[in-house]
């Protein structure tokens, strides 16, 4: 993929031809109005990982579900909780204090596979032709902070110069696309976070926003505890 040069603001290149002084771009540590907003999570590459066993958890080391609004699927959801690297089998009840756990999930706009039980398959599936965001429906309980997404995934399906963004917002971890993006039916993305708290069952909720609908779907839920990362703190008013 080529990567476009950095273009020169048009002041600066008249400035410099004329001999005028050429003011320095402010530091962006001076300069709130340059800052990343503090809830923004920046992202890591989920190939970098390097992961150990799948926890088996009551329906299997995947939940399998659909993403439904109004009773119509929009997506599919496969969901999964793995041990780091060195840890296989991964069991949290032999795991020491402490032990990293990574919720891992594939996101396919536009389809719906099968179903664990006892989660019921919508008879109707809609096609989707942009899809905006995938986020938690529930609080990061002992978020690291580190989360991410595959990307080669975002690179094969997206149109060229998009990719995510991450964000924590109301302790809620947020995975967002702009619309022109091109994220649509069939082209699955994986999405990834890290915390110390292992699943405590697949009830918890995930939502998915697609052509200005929110559907939401199950996956599993981690267990209630754990310090929650000072990313997804919410900034004072100023």
Same mark, same amino acid.
């Given at each position: 993929? %080529? %990567? ?13 031809? &004329? ?15 340059? &800052?990343?907003?503090? /809830?923004?999570i920046a992202?890591?590459?989920?190939? +970098? ?29 496969? #969901? $999964? ?26 996101? %396919?706009?536009?389809f719906d @596979?099968? /179903? ?9 599936? $809609?096609?989707?032709? #942009?899809? +905006? ?38 302790? $809620?971890?947020? *995975? +967002?696309?702009?619309?022109? &993006?091109? *994220?649509?039916? =069939? ?5 990834? *976070? ?5 699943? +405590?069952?697949p009830d918890?909720?995930? %939502? ?8 939401? @779907? ?7 505890? =754990? ?12």
């Amino acid at each position: 993929m %080529r %990567r476009a040069l950095p273009i020169l603001p048009f002041a600066l290149v008249i400035a410099a031809c &004329s001999g005028a002084p050429v003011e320095e771009p402010a530091d962006p540590a001076e300069d709130t109005t340059l &800052s990343e907003p503090m /809830n923004i999570i920046a992202p890591t590459d989920f190939a +970098s990982l390097t992961l150990g066993g799948t926890i088996q958890g009551p329906l299997g080391p995947e939940v399998e579900a659909s993403l439904v609004v109004d009773g119509v699927a929009i997506g599919d959801i496969a #969901s $999964r909780v793995q041990c780091p690297e060195g840890i296989d089998p991964c069991n949290p009840d032999d795991a020491e204090p402490g032990t990293i756990y990574t919720y891992i999930y594939e996101i %396919r706009p536009g389809f719906d @596979g099968p /179903n664990d039980p006892p989660f019921e398959m919508p008879e109707e599936v $809609r096609p989707v032709e #942009s899809a +905006s965001s995938f986020a938690l429906a529930f609080p990061a309980h002992g978020f690291t902070g580190v989360a991410g997404y595959a990307v080669y995934d975002a690179e094969e399906v997206l149109a060229e110069g998009f990719n995510a963004s991450i964000s924590c917002v109301d302790n $809620r971890i947020i *995975w +967002s696309f702009p619309e022109e &993006s091109g *994220w649509s039916t =069939g082209e699955t993305i994986t999405f990834f *976070w890290q915390t110390t708290q292992p699943p +405590s069952g697949p009830d918890g909720e995930y %939502r998915f926003v697609a052509d200005e609908m929110e559907a939401t @779907g199950p996956g599993p839920m981690p267990t209630v505890g =754990g310090e929650i990362a000072a990313v997804c703190e919410t900034s004072p008013a100023g």
